[in-house]
Every structure is written in C-alpha cells, then in structure tokens.
C-alpha cells in the first residue's frame, strides 16, 4: 500500500522513479485537468488498463498503415472523449474498466493482433443463402466476430447456464452441441443456425507466408525468398482469400476438397484481381502470380502448407505468420 501511495504522489508530482513509473497510465499525470484522467492517475488498475490500451493501439496503429479511409485515430480520439464521459456514471471507475476492456478486444480483433482460434458458418433458418460467417478469439473476454451480409458485429461471450453465449451491440449468438440461435438486429426474431463443415479447417484462420518455391526441375532446384512477408496468403471462411505478392495485393475465390482428416486435399483458386504495381526487377512476384491459377492441391504438414501446381509444375511452400 506503501509502495501505491508513494507511486500515486510521484505521478500526481511528474516525477517518474523506478517502479513509480511503471504504476503510471500512458499519459501524463502532471499535465490532465478531467476528473476521469486524475482517476486513472490515482488507481493502478486503471493505469495498468491504460498502459495495455497504449500498447494496443500502437500495434492496431501499425496494422493501420495502409487503411483507406485512415478511421482509427479519430476513432481512438472519440473513444478517449467517451471515456472522460464516465465522470457522468453512477460507478465512474466501472464504466472506465468496461470502456477499456470492450475497446482493447474491439482493436485485437478488428486489426488481428490475436489470431483467430476458430472458424465456422452456419446457414440459418434452412436457407444457404442467410448465412452467419464466424470468427473466434481468444481475447480476454473471449470474443468473436460475425458476418451476415454486408454486415459485422463484435461479440464478447458471457454467462449461460449451457452451451456458449455471445452478445453484441444488437446481436447476440449462442451455440449449443453445433446449433446456434442467432438475433441480428433490434427487436429482431430469433434465427436457428445450423454449423457447416468447415471445407479445410487447418487453411483458415490464419495468415501463411511464403519461404520457397521447389522446382520438379533439378536443375532449377529450390528457390528461398528473402522476404516471406511479402508474400501472404489468407483464406477466410467465406471462400475468399487475400494475397499480399511482394508490392501488389489481391484477392480470388478458393475451393478445397479435404480428406477425412483435413490434413490434405485439393485445392484451387479462382480469377485473381490483383493491383499492378511495379515490383523491384529480382521480385517472384510475377512468377507467383502465374503460378497460383494453376494450384491443384494442398499439404499442411509440421505447421508448414504446401501448395502443389498441376502436371508436378513445382510446389509452393509456406508457413504461419506471427501475430
């Protein structure tokens, strides 16, 4: 308690000793005028929440670079204003924790700072065409993320007696034994999901990267990439996937037949739309992307994918990116 008191007065004061300033929020204390400023200043849980949110947003913030139209820093503007609104609470500091908490998963998921943990599709009310695409994530709270339509809702997962509950803003999912009863939307009826096989469980999920080409040709043998992140493959679950190849992005349909076990099977892509930049001259990028029209089949073995062309033309190995 010592040790907390002394902290709060040494950031209260703009000094920063030691272990006194890792008790501090990301901001400083010396310099805030709110009340809800001056309370995270004075609460270590609040300051730690603060620290975590810092560090967060400056991963999200990275994966941001490239997003069109730039939205997360007005954003994260609009969520400290909200936040500072907690003063309007009958329970200021458990508003600011929900806040927190809700916003931190909301970024994680948003930009992938976790991966995913599982995914699946379920076709609701006995009709393919309304079907709910779902993402899994091991946040803290668990939480998902929902795709019906041209539509998204973030999920946390809360209490139930049985099965698993997640609710949203105004949606809610629960999931009992492989069915789910889906509400998307205020006031909306009850929808009865059913789960789908998942066409290739261990593809999806997750962001692979490219670190060789293998020719049949022995004398071509096998080629290295030097930089695997800038070759990247994602298969979502709604059959698309998303490519990075070298300076140029693109996305195309995919179909995969598993085996039984999904650890191999066929697989191809569809017509690939692609931007067309111009890659530094010694780039694969144009090899690669002659070569993925032509992918026939896949292998996931010791966490490595393999993807095989057609009449034995080579095979393209990848592994999982890290978060």
């Known amino acids: 308690?010592?040790?907390?008191?002394?902290?709060?007065?040494?950031?209260?004061?703009?000094?920063?000793?030691?272990?006194?300033?890792?008790?501090?929020?990301?901001?400083?204390?010396?310099?805030?005028?709110?009340?809800?400023?001056?309370?995270?200043?004075?609460?270590?849980?609040?300051?730690?929440?603060?620290?975590?949110?810092?560090?967060?947003?400056?991963?999200?913030?990275?994966?941001?670079?490239?997003?069109?139209?730039?939205?997360?820093?007005?954003?994260?503007?609009?969520?400290?204003?909200?936040?500072?609104?907690?003063?309007?609470?009958?329970?200021?500091?458990?508003?600011?924790?929900?806040?927190?908490?809700?916003?931190?998963?909301?970024?994680?998921?948003?930009?992938?700072?976790?991966?995913?943990?599982?995914?699946?599709?379920?076709?609701?009310?006995?009709?393919?065409?309304?079907?709910?695409?779902?993402?899994?994530?091991?946040?803290?709270?668990?939480?998902?993320?929902?795709?019906?339509?041209?539509?998204?809702?973030?999920?946390?997962?809360?209490?139930?007696?049985?099965?698993?509950?997640?609710?949203?803003?105004?949606?809610?999912?629960?999931?009992?034994?492989?069915?789910?009863?889906?509400?998307?939307?205020?006031?909306?009826?009850?929808?009865?999901c059913q789960k789908q096989p998942d066409q290739a469980a261990g593809l999806t999920g997750r962001t692979w990267e490219l670190v060789a080409i293998r020719s049949m040709d022995d004398a071509q043998g096998t080629t290295r990439i030097g930089h695997p992140e800038k070759f990247t493959v994602s298969f979502a679950p709604d059959g698309r996937a998303y490519l990075r190849i070298d300076c140029n992005r693109g996305n195309a349909s995919w179909k995969a037949t598993p085996t039984a076990d999904s650890s191999s099977g066929s697989l191809e892509f569809g017509p690939l739309a692609a931007t067309k930049m111009m890659c530094p001259p010694d780039s694969h990028a144009q090899k690669v992307l002659r070569d993925l029209v032509y992918v026939r089949s896949y292998l996931l073995k010791d966490g490595k994918l393999y993807l095989s062309l057609m009449a034995d033309g080579g095979i393209y190995e990848w592994r999982q990116q890290k978060p």
């Not at 400023?37 to 490239?66: F, P, Q, T, W």
């Not at 976790?114 to 393919?128: E, L, N, R, T």
Request: glycine letters at 8%; one cysteine or more.
């Open 1 to 192: 308690m010592f040790c907390v008191n002394l902290c709060r007065g040494l950031l209260l004061l703009g000094c920063c000793v030691g272990l006194a300033c890792a008790q501090g929020p990301a901001y400083d204390c010396n310099k805030v005028s709110g009340s809800i400023e001056k309370l995270i200043c004075e609460d270590a849980e609040l300051a730690a929440l603060d620290r975590a949110m810092a560090s967060v947003y400056a991963a999200a913030l990275h994966k941001a670079g490239n997003e069109h139209p730039p939205v997360l820093k007005a954003e994260q503007r609009g969520w400290i204003k909200g936040r500072n609104d907690c003063w309007k609470s009958n329970d200021r500091r458990q508003c600011v924790v929900e806040l927190y908490r809700l916003r931190r998963v909301e970024l994680q998921t948003r930009y992938r700072l976790v991966p995913v943990a599982a995914s699946a599709k379920f076709f609701c009310d006995g009709d393919p065409r309304n079907e709910v695409i779902v993402d899994f994530f091991a946040t803290d709270p668990p939480s998902l993320i929902a795709e019906r339509g041209d539509s998204v809702s973030l999920m946390l997962q809360q209490p139930a007696a049985s099965g698993t509950r997640y609710q949203g803003r105004n949606e809610s999912f629960w999931e009992h034994q492989g069915e789910a009863t889906v509400v998307w939307g205020y006031g909306a009826p009850e929808m009865r």
